[in-house]
């Protein structure tokens, strides 16, 4: 040992020939104290001398051990401490199976074995499956299923964070990155493998310190280190490519997503796994719906990984209900814990035969316990639960906020009834209704463009006949909540400089961090109602933004996120022709209920619409909904829906009235308006009756649990208390 160090005494090699012998007692001593003997031996040897690279053409004086034939494979500590092993894992086989991803792995062993620069990176969003991709060439290494130059090679995955960590001084980062490197470098056998390979910039670095990317530069031009890192393509973006010298030393690798058959024979690969670990069984329709499903509703997430979170999350949920323990568990639990306390008590009341039975009878209750429990452990070690299609729709309904009996099974009846249910509360617009149904009906049936929003319609008419109505109703019926509707009053965006606000201001301007008002809600809520009101009165740039919704389903904002809107309905309101509704003549006005002139005003507004707006902007509409004036038969029927929303605050005082024929005639006369539709009924309604009848509440005359009868007498309404508290008879309160 002396003289391969080239010392002139043995003296100072004794500590490492002492730690050769494994068997030897300062081996023992060290073992004793959980220290690394290579290690150690290693780092004494570097100390006396740095250019030290083995003793018998060992690396660093470590043993060699045999590995698989008659080769031998050189130890690698520091690979051991900061590293895990791809390559063991798989021959373990404690890794998931890799399925499909060929052509990616065959490009990665291309890369792997160049002369030169032999580094692949993978690039690709997350969740994609990048790191199984590195899993899979692990794999092949143990299968054999490489070319001769790879046959022996290890995968190697490397934990910077655990580095970094405990690195106190300066130069201890950079020393541990170096014993890596030498190993790799002498063990001529290990494909280093860095996730995130990002974060390799700028790790470890501090004041007149290099970072990790600095420091193994060298060694990836030379070929001296294989390296395959993986990380997405903003942050490599961010990262990577703005260092040209440490770019250039890998080569890129593209990973899509995979498509959706692919994804899945992939979820059924991997199905076995998930149904060994929750005791469960994976239908085929489940693992179909899973990745149907997950596509089309989880949006921000890519396939596999969304779906084999699906997959998942479904069989943990199956193996909660599975494993709960059942009721006369619970039951027998407090019996027993009860006759405890009362057999204490009974000791301590010195009441010893009491206690004596408490006892049996506590005895007696574990027994049953211990039984019951035995059996049910039994019935359910090798039972498996069935989990199919609907326990998937609901972890989908559950991530999404969708009501599961509105996404699937419910969609039949709810899009076969959706006309009836809306026209209970938009009155007079069965046509504009019936519009919009059947297109809901042909998205729901999946013959629309799927790279398009669910709906998306102009709604013009005069002012006041329900078209924002509309919108919520069919934010109600469709998503089963009226927050799902996203409402954007277009006169707030009638400058140039408002439209930003849409998307989210641009970096370096006020706002840039709190996102876009209209980018923001439906990225939080992709399932809603977008309605656009008064849209002609919003700046020409408004329209532009338009364009890319309602072709692409997308839009992006201020950070570069795509924003998904293909599970929305677009809805864009304007007054555009109002002007000319109010020359009733000319328009056939004054009779709402002639189809033919109903034609005729439809006809009109389409004009006008084209005057307004661009032909591109029109184009890409569905449908463009004319929405009928409101007729005197339609405002009774909306007098009756204001008298019920009345009628329904004043239950919350327990107080109710009765309108005789006279007062609905005296509301119907003062709320018929048909140039503003129903919004004067509304007033009328405020005015006549909740006003009045505001100040006899306030007032004391009308108490709770009263029925007041409502009349008119000289155009007013007349109050009648129909059950009084201190008489017996009817008194009056007002007129």
């Known amino acids: 040992?002396?003289?391969?160090?080239?010392?002139?005494?043995?003296?100072?090699?004794?500590?490492?020939?002492?730690?050769?012998?494994?068997?030897?007692?300062?081996?023992?001593?060290?073992?004793?104290?959980d220290i690394d003997i290579d290690l150690c031996r290693q780092e004494i040897l570097h100390e006396l001398d740095p250019n030290f690279e083995?003793?018998?053409?060992?690396?660093?004086?470590?043993?060699?051990?045999?590995?698989?034939?008659?080769?031998?494979?050189?130890?690698?500590?520091?690979?051991k401490a900061f590293g895990r092993d791809l390559t063991e894992i798989a021959k373990k086989g404690e890794m998931d199976p890799v399925i499909g991803r060929a052509d990616e792995i065959e490009r990665v062993i291309q890369v792997l074995c160049r002369r030169t620069k032999n580094n692949p990176v993978l690039l690709g969003e997350a969740g994609v499956g990048k790191t199984a991709i590195v899993e899979g060439l692990a794999q092949e290494v143990i299968k054999g299923n490489v070319p001769e130059i790879l046959r022996e090679k290890r995968v190697i995955t490397l934990d910077l964070a655990l580095m970094v960590a405990g690195t106190k001084y300066r130069g201890q980062f950079e020393e541990r990155i170096k014993a890596v490197m030498d190993e790799i470098r002498r063990a001529k056998n290990v494909i280093l493998f860095i996730d995130e390979l990002h974060t390799i910039v700028g790790a470890g670095s501090a004041e007149g310190t290099m970072d990790a990317s600095n420091i193994i530069k060298p060694a990836l031009s030379r070929g001296e280190m294989q390296c395959v890192g993986a990380t997405t393509l903003n942050e490599y973006r961010k990262y990577i490519e703005k260092d040209a010298a440490l770019e250039r030393r890998f080569q890129s690798v593209k990973v899509e997503p995979p498509s959706i058959d692919d994804t899945i024979d992939i979820l059924k690969g991997l199905r076995p796994?998930?149904?060994?670990?929750?005791?469960?069984?994976?239908?085929?329709?489940?693992?179909?719906?899973?990745?149907?499903?997950?596509?089309?509703?989880?949006?921000?997430?890519?396939?596999?990984?969304?779906?084999?979170?699906?997959?998942?999350?479904?069989?943990?949920?199956?193996?909660?209900?599975?494993?709960?323990?059942?009721?006369?568990?619970?039951?027998?639990?407090?019996?027993?814990?009860?006759?405890?306390?009362?057999?204490?008590?009974?000791?301590?009341?010195?009441?010893?035969?009491?206690?004596?039975?408490?006892?049996?009878?506590?005895?007696?209750?574990?027994?049953?316990?211990?039984?019951?429990?035995?059996?049910?452990?039994?019935?359910?070690?090798?039972?498996?639960?069935?989990?199919?299609?609907?326990?998937?729709?609901?972890?989908?309904?559950?991530?999404?906020?969708?009501?599961?009996?509105?996404?699937?099974?419910?969609?039949?009846?709810?899009?076969?009834?959706?006309?009836?249910?809306?026209?209970?509360?938009?009155?007079?617009?069965?046509?504009?209704?019936?519009?919009?149904?059947?297109?809901?009906?042909?998205?729901?049936?999946?013959?629309?463009?799927?790279?398009?929003?669910?709906?998306?319609?102009?709604?013009?008419?005069?002012?006041?006949?329900?078209?924002?109505?509309?919108?919520?109703?069919?934010?109600?019926?469709?998503?089963?909540?009226?927050?799902?509707?996203?409402?954007?009053?277009?006169?707030?965006?009638?400058?140039?400089?408002?439209?930003?606000?849409?998307?989210?201001?641009?970096?370096?301007?006020?706002?840039?961090?709190?996102?876009?008002?209209?980018?923001?809600?439906?990225?939080?809520?992709?399932?809603?109602?977008?309605?656009?009101?008064?849209?002609?009165?919003?700046?020409?740039?408004?329209?532009?933004?338009?364009?890319?919704?309602?072709?692409?389903?997308?839009?992006?904002?201020?950070?570069?996120?795509?924003?998904?809107?293909?599970?929305?309905?677009?809805?864009?309101?304007?007054?555009?022709?109002?002007?000319?509704?109010?020359?009733?003549?000319?328009?056939?006005?004054?009779?709402?209920?002639?189809?033919?002139?109903?034609?005729?005003?439809?006809?009109?507004?389409?004009?006008?619409?084209?005057?307004?707006?661009?032909?591109?902007?029109?184009?890409?509409?569905?449908?463009?909904?004319?929405?009928?004036s409101l007729g005197k038969e339609e405002l009774t029927q909306i007098l009756d829906l204001e008298l019920a929303k009345v009628e329904k605050r004043l239950a919350q005082r327990d107080l109710h009235f009765e309108l005789d024929e006279s007062a609905r005639d005296l509301l119907r006369d003062h709320g018929y308006d048909p140039a503003y539709g129903a919004r004067p009924m509304r007033r009328a309604v405020e005015k006549h009756l909740e006003d009045p009848m505001a100040e006899e509440i306030i007032r004391g005359n009308l108490l709770e649990g009263e029925t007041v009868a409502i009349s008119a007498k000289d155009d007013k309404l007349v109050f009648t208390q129909k059950k009084a508290k201190a008489k017996g008879e009817d008194s009056k309160v007002s007129s």
Request: net charge negative; aromatic share 6%; with cysteine.
């Open 1 to 33: 040992m002396s003289k391969t160090l080239h010392h002139t005494t043995s003296a100072r090699a004794h500590p490492a020939e002492l730690l050769r012998e494994g068997e030897g007692v300062a081996a023992r001593v060290l073992k004793n104290l």
């Open 273 to 628: 796994r998930y149904e060994d670990h929750h005791k469960m069984e994976l239908t085929d329709a489940a693992v179909m719906a899973a990745v149907r499903l997950s596509d089309r509703y989880i949006t921000g997430r890519f396939l596999p990984d969304k779906a084999i979170d699906i997959m998942d999350e479904a069989g943990a949920r199956a193996r909660i209900k599975a494993m709960t323990r059942p009721p006369e568990v619970k039951n027998l639990e407090l019996a027993i814990e009860e006759t405890r306390i009362k057999k204490e008590k009974a000791i301590k009341d010195q009441k010893f035969e009491e206690a004596a039975s408490m006892r049996d009878e506590e005895k007696k209750a574990k027994e049953e316990l211990e039984n019951t429990l035995a059996e049910w452990k039994k019935n359910n070690e090798d039972a498996r639960v069935k989990v199919d299609e609907d326990e998937i729709m609901y972890v989908v309904a559950k991530w999404t906020g969708i009501p599961l009996k509105r996404m699937e099974q419910g969609d039949v009846q709810k899009l076969l009834s959706m006309e009836k249910e809306i026209s209970k509360i938009v009155v007079g617009q069965s046509s504009a209704v019936e519009t919009l149904c059947k297109a809901l009906r042909r998205s729901r049936a999946d013959l629309k463009d799927p790279a398009r929003p669910i709906g998306a319609f102009m709604m013009l008419g005069p002012t006041g006949v329900g078209k924002t109505l509309l919108a919520k109703s069919l934010a109600v019926n469709m998503f089963g909540d009226s927050k799902s509707l996203v409402q954007l009053d277009m006169s707030e965006y009638m400058e140039k400089f408002n439209v930003s606000r849409l998307v989210g201001s641009p970096p370096g301007y006020v706002g840039y961090e709190e996102g876009g008002q209209l980018t923001e809600k439906v990225r939080r809520n992709p399932y809603s109602v977008v309605l656009f009101d008064e849209v002609e009165k919003a700046h020409p740039d408004v329209m532009n933004m338009l364009l890319q919704i309602l072709e692409e389903g997308k839009l992006t904002d201020s950070f570069g996120r795509q924003v998904d809107f293909r599970n929305t309905i677009i809805l864009l309101t304007s007054n555009v022709g109002a002007e000319r509704l109010k020359k009733g003549a000319t328009m056939g006005f004054t009779a709402p209920d002639d189809e033919q002139d109903y034609e005729r005003m439809k006809e009109n507004l389409t004009e006008e619409a084209k005057k307004v707006f661009r032909p591109e902007f029109l184009n890409r509409f569905d449908d463009i909904v004319v929405f009928r």
């Open 54 to 79: 083995g003793d018998d053409g060992v690396a660093a004086g470590m043993e060699e051990e045999e590995s698989g034939g008659n080769k031998k494979q050189v130890k690698t500590p520091a690979l």
